[in-house]
């Protein structure tokens, strides 16, 4: 009796290597695109590969297509803990989705050792195109994806590179907007609490913040500027020790989400919440419950995970424009803490 193809025996590396009149080795450089083998050599073992229904890792969409395409995308974002993260997630997975596509996801924790294990793992996974967030200025995998030629987009941080696909908010002008509605409800200690520098986005709302400074004629007081904060404890910290100094701010610019859940933490700890103005980069949750609200800048990151899928379909699509770089505005969003006038001192 014959085996049905239902029950057949899953097919190994050995079974392809004995259909194509190939050695194991051979069928393992074909298999991981390496050189030293011949275009018909290389025809014979994709045609065992198909004829056995050969599983070669977790991706069956690594069998060759007759483009060549795995079907599969890599997204690399800064965190899975940060909803702004999960916001862009979903909306290239809907794109991507709507398409047949697949997204192999992964977060780098802004550590540029990660990142770069994350993108050649995304190579081992032949991928058609990339959406990368990066934490670095010149990741050491550039010239590996000019070599490679793969369709890459820039999401929220990109490389200081001057040919590259990006989609990022317009974060210098944002913070500008931030800090400029604290002066003008008679702000001029102003606190600016923001991430490491080394990042481009935190450094785009540092100069920012101190564009507004300027336009103001207000003096720079570098004492109240924290840089290199990550997360919510840090900013708590900093900004209580701020707050008991001998000239605490009496207005804070908190540049990114986390950061502004430690401001308003540290705010409500120093009983200080409704006589310090507070102003955040992004939206936060239930900002418009807290009380007071919680006034931000809010990015849009479902929409720029939209664009940056779009455009990474349009460059799989054989797209041969130049690189677009894509600024999505901000929008301020008044909800009570940012319109706190400074209290008379005593």
Known sequence: MSTSPAHRPRATMK????????????????INDEPNVTEATAERVWNAVRELDYQLDLQAGSLRRADGRTRTLGLLVGSVDNPFAGAIH??????????????????MDDDAGRESEAVRAFLQRRVDGLILTTASDHPEYLPLLRERGLPVVYVDREPVEPEVDSVASDNRAGAAVATAHLLAHGHQRIALLTDRLDLITARERRQGYLDALAEAGVPVAEELIVTGLRDAEGAQ????????SGSPPTAVFSAQNLITI????????????????????????????MDPGVT??????????????????????????????????????PRGSGEIAPQPTS
């Open 237 to 244: 910290a900093a900004l209580a020790r701020l707050l008991v």
């Open 262 to 289: 430690g401001a308003v933490h540290a705010l409500r700890a120093a009983g200080l919440s409704r006589s310090t103005a507070l102003v955040g980069f992004d939206d936060v949750a239930l900002a418009d419950l």
């Open 90 to 107: 979903r909306a290239v997975e809907d794109i991507a989705s709507a398409r047949g596509v697949a997204v192999f996801a992964s977060s």
């Open 296 to 333: 931000v800048v809010a990015q849009d990151p479902q929409h720029m995970g939209t664009l940056a899928a779009e455009r990474l379909f349009a460059l799989l699509g054989d797209d041969d424009d130049a690189p677009t770089k894509t600024v999505v505005p901000v929008a301020l969003i």
């Open 15 to 30: 079974h392809v290597a004995a259909l194509a009149g190939v050695g194991v080795k051979t069928v393992s450089r074909v």
